[in-house]
């Protein structure tokens, strides 16, 4: 009785492993190659300043104040062998920051008071992002992605307001592509998805400061300003894939 309770035993385990690998094959036979979503959220932006002159003297004290900007994208993911996958993403961005420079004594007789720079970047961004997905189990999931990303400004909407300066009618001209790096972390339940990510500009993306020297003093009319910063951007979006 007991050889055969055991005999029992063994074939409704391998049954039960049969089953459960047939479950499997079926699930990998009918996962899709390609999945399509939308997601929308929020972002704050982060200027990290490599310089920033008026003349030979460097401004000192510069602080970033960050501020919430949004987005909205849809996106492309084709899924490669296992839990490996390729994503491509359009989004249209709002990111705002400033950065500011107090008139104290390290500053003292560089800038006319507490100094103010607001920009606002309106830009399509297109990431291509490589992700491998290490929890996959239905419904539940959680990926980690990592990729380039290239952004286009968009000039019309986009400024930086100068404000606190000797210069007057202060201009930022800023590159009308810029590239960064992507790295961050996905987690759904079913089709619903929360997308955590840093963004690292890897270069300046101001091209050039100009101003109007017929309207600013002397002797500051003669210095010219150069300001080297990249963005970095921390954002978090909701979404849902199909």
């Known amino acids: 009785m007991r050889t055969n309770a055991f005999i029992l035993l063994c074939l409704m385990g391998l049954s039960g492993l049969s089953a459960h690998a047939q479950t499997e094959s079926r699930n990998e036979t009918n996962a899709p190659k390609v999945n399509i979503g939308i997601k929308a959220g929020f972002n704050s932006t982060m200027f990290f300043i490599d310089h920033f002159t008026l003349g030979e003297n460097e401004l000192q004290d510069i602080q970033n104040n960050y501020k919430i900007g949004y987005f909205g994208a849809f996106f492309c993911r084709f899924n490669l062998k296992k839990h490996h996958f390729l994503q491509t993403e359009f989004s249209y961005?709002?990111?705002?920051?400033?950065?500011?420079?107090?008139?104290?004594?390290?500053?003292?007789?560089?800038?006319?008071d507490n100094?103010?720079?607001?920009?606002?970047?309106?830009?399509?961004?297109?990431?291509?992002?490589?992700?491998?997905k290490f929890v996959d189990a239905y419904p539940y999931g959680m990926a980690f992605f990592i990729g380039p990303k290239v952004a286009y400004a968009w000039e019309k909407h986009t400024k930086s307001k100068y404000s606190g300066f000797y210069q007057q009618g202060i201009k930022?001209?800023?590159?009308?592509?810029?590239?960064s790096g992507v790295v961050g972390l996905a987690v759904n339940v079913s089709n619903i998805?929360?997308?955590?990510?840093?963004?690292?500009?890897?270069?300046?993306?101001?091209q050039s400061i100009t101003y109007d020297k017929t309207l600013?003093?002397?002797?500051?009319?003669?210095?010219?300003?150069?300001?080297?910063?990249?963005?970095?951007?921390?954002?978090?979006?909701?979404?849902v894939i199909f």
């Open 172 to 179: 930022e001209e800023i590159r009308p592509f810029s590239f």
């Open 216 to 239: 600013t003093e002397n002797p500051y009319n003669t210095q010219d300003i150069s300001l080297k910063r990249r963005r970095n951007v921390l954002s978090f979006s909701v979404g």
């Open 93 to 112: 961005n709002v990111s705002k920051g400033s950065i500011s420079i107090p008139n104290d004594v390290n500053n003292a007789g560089l800038i006319d």
């Open 193 to 206: 998805f929360f997308d955590f990510r840093y963004e690292i500009g890897l270069h300046d993306w101001v």
């Open 115 to 132: 100094a103010l720079v607001k920009t606002d970047i309106h830009s399509i961004d297109m990431p291509l992002l490589y992700g491998y």
